[in-house]
């Protein structure tokens, strides 16, 4: 008996010196490992600066630092006075471009968020017999490609009048087919019980709609408001022919303005470029976190 007891715990002192010996490689494997994420996450975080550094090293810079043969990290003197200069310009009224997408992209966001989760949630919640079919339908408009309904937009928005108004450069835009989907796919993931207990309540859709799940969904809400927003401030082509007078420009008209066949205005791009660009970044640093979390919630399921 002694000898049999003796023979079962060799292996296991001889297991356990073993498992000692595991954590210690595993700590230092996943030193490493951390060690590299830091590293490669770093690099990447630079190229990603690299941009803006540049814009704003020639904003502040002449024509003539930024053109010229011998590099410079930082411009001589700092030109302050390209701010200035922006505002002051006669020819672009660039404040008044930059309230025009300041007000563009905000009632575009709330007009799309409105319009497309409500769609969104009668097809996922409404019992109707042709329901998937007009998911369907809303599907294959993502197969037609934007060109080919600019034109009868366009004679649409003319003949209402809205040419070099608000209501041209929102109103078009205020549906998507894409965030519709993505609202629809969202509220099939969302719990039923939360709106049974509505309607046990007497609230009928619209009720639940807007005091149950509107409440429960601000996260996905923040998220597509965010990438609504950002789309709507970087559009360009429809705002620059719906924008036809100076007082209806959008900023991104305002930039393209700077570049003609004759001039270059290359300090005066850069700074507004710097400037138009503020309110994108920080629109995502607030929100970056409720912009994963949302895309991460959409469901592409069901």
Same mark, same amino acid.
Not at 140 to 146: D, E, I, K, N, S
């Given at each position: 008996m002694? @000898?049999?007891? @003796?023979?079962?715990?060799?292996?296991?002192?001889a297991g356990a010196s073993r498992k000692t010996r595991d954590p210690r490689k595993k700590r230092s494997r996943s030193v490493f490992s951390s060690a590299g994420l830091y590293f490669a996450t770093a690099v990447c975080a630079l190229l990603f600066l690299i941009p803006f550094y540049l814009i704003v090293r020639n904003a502040l810079s002449t024509d003539a630092e930024i053109t010229g043969e011998n590099w410079k990290w930082f411009p001589t003197d700092i030109q302050w006075g390209n701010v200035t200069e922006l505002f002051d310009d006669p020819?672009?009224?660039?404040?008044?471009?930059?309230?025009?997408s300041t007000v563009v992209g905000v009632l575009h966001t709330i007009g799309t968020l409105l319009v497309c989760s409500l769609a969104g949630y009668g097809l996922a919640r409404i019992p109707y017999k042709h329901a998937n079919k007009i998911f369907y339908a809303v599907l294959? @408009?993502?197969?037609?490609?934007?060109?080919? @309904?600019f034109v009868p937009s366009f004679v649409l928005v003319s003949s209402l009048g809205w040419v070099s108004s608000m209501q041209g450069l929102i109103?078009?835009?205020l549906f998507s087919g894409f965030t519709c989907f993505l609202f629809r796919q969202y509220f099939l993931g969302f719990p039923k019980e939360l709106e049974e207990a509505a309607r046990v309540d007497g609230l009928g859709y619209w009720g639940a709609y807007w005091r149950i799940v509107v409440p429960n969904s601000l996260n996905f809400f923040a998220a597509i408001a965010t990438i609504t927003f950002i789309s709507g401030w970087n559009a360009f082509l429809w705002p620059l022919v719906i924008g036809q007078d100076q007082e209806a420009w959008t900023v991104q008209v305002a930039l393209s303005s700077y570049m003609t066949n004759q001039t270059v205005n290359f300090h005066l791009i850069f700074m507004a470029t710097a400037i138009s660009i503020l309110p994108l970044v920080l629109v995502f640093l607030f929100l970056q976190r409720w912009l994963v979390q949302g895309v991460a919630q959409t469901g592409i399921k069901g």
């Open positions: 002694t @000898t049999t007891t @003796t023979e079962v715990r060799e292996p296991v002192e020819t672009v009224p660039f404040a008044q471009s930059l309230w025009n294959v @408009t993502l197969m037609v490609p934007a060109a080919v @309904t109103v078009p835009g």
